[in-house]
């Protein structure tokens, strides 16, 4: 063990670093990133395993395997998978709290939790963890590798816009330019044949155009706005969650737009109850609201009368209010989104003004009820009438 600490605290060589651990625990092993990328491993005399041969053939770990570890989402655990007769201690590794990888241990000789210390795996983890943290590259514009240059788009604010447009004409010079980036959500996707690689096949298959990789626990994929028809299918084959962005002119502005999209995606697997292809730009209300409902915010005394009036009558003037307001009083808009009668909202709104003391002329006030009855209904969970 001393051996082991010393040799993962003194070199940088992550090829050594694994032969060492294999070595120590005289079994298979592998290191992949956070993104799922293999990126070292060892083997011991004349082991085989065709399961852990086609993650290193293929250097990254299958959207199967990314969905079931997802799925477990523990510091540790075991794992039998199909198509290969041992089983996997797959770890995190975390450092100041992040997963900055993961450690893969092929249980070979089956002994592995009887000759060895949860304490231990700990130690040998932590150091592992933190050169991974020393070893990984940061964000480089300059790298020839499209997934690469996406990455450090994702991860870093880069502010050089010449010397990004110049990267982004050499890298794209002779592919087609992609203007659209789909989070896909893969938790309702289980299989444990890790040898599949279908998913990644069909998304390469039907949008040939894509650049697709594991972030943060989803698939991200940069396409091409006129190739989104495509997820549907995905979607209702694999069960998948899907939220695509709007279209973008500038490639830097990715951060952003994941952070927005992401968001949205969070949002949408709240109220959608099977799996789904949808547009982030639709959840920028419901997010608004979201964000607003954390702050303490004053609510006139009037609206929250309606909002009581609404709960012990089981009327819906606050909704009523909500959408009129939002639909620039509207009487069309607001009789189609309600699905009722022209001379039952014109009632309605009626008694807003004479009941509960609306002023529904001074714009300045209308801005504000529009804004508190929204905080209201987003408390409510009344989540639909932001999609609208």
């Known amino acids: 063990m001393d051996q082991l600490v010393k040799t993962i605290s003194q070199t940088n060589d992550l090829m050594r670093i694994t032969h060492e651990i294999c070595s120590y625990f005289n079994n298979p092993c592998m290191i992949v990133n956070a993104n799922y990328k293999v990126i070292s491993y060892a083997i011991t005399k004349n082991f085989k395993d065709e399961v852990f041969s086609s993650a290193i053939m293929r250097r990254e770990m299958t959207y199967e395997f990314v969905s079931r570890f997802e799925e477990e989402k523990k510091d540790y655990f075991y794992l039998n998978i199909a198509k290969s007769p041992y089983k996997r201690r797959i770890s995190c590794l975390i450092c100041e709290g992040l997963v900055v990888g993961y450690l893969l241990i092929v249980d070979e000789t089956e002994d592995l939790l009887e000759r060895f210390t949860l304490e231990q795996f700990q130690i040998i983890e932590g150091l592992l963890a933190k050169q991974l943290v020393f070893n990984e590259q940061n964000g480089n514009i300059f790298t020839n590798s499209v997934d690469q240059f996406l990455l450090s788009l994702l991860n870093e604010n880069i502010s050089d816009e010449r010397l990004l447009n110049l ?197 300045n006030k209308l801005i504000l009820y529009s804004f508190m009855s929204g905080i209201l209904l987003y408390s409510m969970k009344r989540y639909d009438l932001f999609l609208l």
């Open 167 to 363: 990267k982004i004409n050499q890298l794209f010079r002779n592919k087609v330019y992609p203007d659209s980036l789909a989070i896909i959500d893969i938790h309702n996707y289980h299989s444990i044949d890790f040898l599949d690689d279908s998913l990644k096949n069909d998304i390469r298959y039907h949008i040939p155009n894509s650049h697709t990789m594991i972030y943060d626990g989803n698939i991200l994929v940069f396409y091409p706005s006129n190739e989104k028809v495509a997820f549907y299918t995905l979607a209702e084959h694999y069960r998948l969650n899907i939220i695509c962005s709007e279209t973008f002119q500038k490639l830097y502005r990715v951060k952003e737009i994941y952070s927005f999209s992401n968001k949205a995606l969070t949002m949408a697997k709240v109220i959608h109850k099977d799996y789904f292809v949808d547009d982030a730009k639709r959840y920028s209300l419901l997010l608004t609201f979201a964000a607003l409902s954390t702050k303490e915010t004053y609510i006139a005394s009037e609206i929250i009368k309606i909002r009581d009036y609404d709960i012990s009558n089981k009327t819906k003037y606050l909704e009523l209010l909500y959408l009129y307001l939002k639909n620039g009083k509207s009487l069309q808009k607001t009789c189609a989104d309600l699905f009722v009668h022209r001379n039952t909202v014109l009632y309605r709104l009626n008694r807003l003004r004479d009941e509960f003391n609306l002023d529904l002329t001074d714009a």
